[in-house]
């Protein structure tokens, strides 16, 4: 990739600052051609620890409301499974081409059905695609609109006036991804952030079409046992106005000749308290916070079991607000705190694209 051009001046601070606003909502009780394309090298990017730094302390953005977004339209981004993926910059996107794209990729889909048989575009076929915008997804105006892309089955025996029925979800978005969107030229569109839900064919299609039209690149997201660390501390000192379930963790036992996994269950109040009691600043999180939030955890099941789960490997998360897995499959449970989830595993997606 050729060299991209110096980072702009004052970006470190503007970036802080962005991050120190968040971070002070996190405080609050949240309310109810042909051409050759070359695009600038985003190895700087990258992050040796989760979620960014700022002069020496680890910061996150707010698990910020959702105050402007219509509930309705992002209700089905709760409650599934999704997968992860980081996706480098679509190069030529245009969303005003959105219509011309599902037909595209519906012909794209009937021909690698059928194996490579020529399917005429425009023809009515066994799967509709729709493409369509979310402006109520997105962390700031320099955010791109989300993108949703449906896959539904069409019947021949049924009536025309019939509903299809949905049998794949994915989706792509940037909720205060700005840091990436500055650092590319104008013809690129930046969604570092791709969840799918469904059958992992479809998927695969799907990335396929997108990364042969768009010159981008899929990758699977995983998510490290640090990350999740971090994701459990900060879950978990969430306030929320209603009952919560409780703060899970599960750790996977190496070298086992049969798999073992441990699970280790915390009443939502108790692992709130203890957040409460080891945060120094609320909206700031430092490294040293959540090391001693997840040693108070360790030590407190070695008093009662023996047994040393530092030496275990941390593979799924779960709490009120989400739950993660270290393969890259996350559920989102409570739109209050979308954008905050949102932001972090676009923080890690970010992280992801060399």
């Known amino acids: 990739m050729a060299e991209g051009r110096a980072p702009r001046a004052g970006a470190d601070g503007k970036k802080f600052e962005r991050r120190r606003r968040a971070a002070a909502a996190m405080a609050e009780e949240a309310p109810e051609d042909g051409a050759v394309r070359t695009l600038p090298s985003l190895r700087r990017l990258s992050r040796a620890l989760p979620f960014g730094r700022s002069h020496g302390r680890l910061t996150v953005p707010a698990l910020c409301s959702q105050e402007k977004a219509d509930p309705q339209k992002t209700a089905f981004v709760l409650r599934k499974?999704?997968?992860?993926?980081?996706?480098?910059?679509?190069y030529g996107f245009r969303r005003a081409r959105l219509r011309d794209y599902a037909r595209l990729l519906g012909a794209f889909i009937a021909a690698e059905k059928q194996k490579g048989l020529a399917v005429e575009v425009g023809v009515e076929l066994d799967i509709k695609v729709a493409l369509s915008s979310l402006a109520d997804i997105r962390g700031s105006e320099l955010d791109q609109a989300a993108l949703l892309?449906?896959?539904?089955?069409?019947?021949?025996?049924?009536?025309?006036?019939?509903?299809?029925?949905p049998v794949w979800l994915g989706w792509f978005c940037s909720v205060f991804g700005d840091e990436l969107s500055e650092?590319?030229?104008?013809?690129?569109?930046?969604?570092p952030l791709f969840l799918s839900h469904g059958a992992e064919s479809y998927t695969a299609l799907v990335g396929s079409w997108f990364q042969k039209t768009f010159d981008c690149c899929f990758r699977r997201l995983a998510i490290s046992p640090l990350n999740l660390s971090w994701m459990v501390a900060m879950w978990a000192g969430c306030k929320l106005d209603r009952a919560a379930s409780a703060v899970e963790l599960v750790f996977s036992v190496p070298r086992l000749a049969q798999p073992l996994d441990i699970s280790y269950a915390i009443h939502p109040e108790d692992a709130k308290a203890l957040w409460d009691t080891v945060q120094k600043t609320p909206g700031e999180i430092t490294h040293e916070e959540v090391d001693v939030f997840m040693d108070c955890l360790y030590a407190h099941f070695h008093r009662h079991f023996k047994i040393h789960l530092s030496a275990a490997k941390l593979v799924k998360?779960?709490?009120a607000i989400a739950s993660a897995q270290c393969d890259g499959i996350v559920k989102i449970l409570h739109s209050q705190y979308l954008p905050g989830v949102l932001m972090l595993l676009t923080e890690l997606a970010i992280?992801?694209?060399?």
């Open 149 to 165: 892309v449906q896959l539904s089955s069409r019947s021949r025996s049924s009536s025309r006036n019939s509903e299809d029925k």
């Open 351 to 354: 992280s992801q694209i060399q």
């Open 81 to 90: 499974a999704w997968t992860l993926y980081s996706v480098t910059p679509l």
């Open 317 to 319: 998360i779960s709490t």
């Open 183 to 191: 650092s590319v030229p104008e013809h690129f569109t930046c969604l």
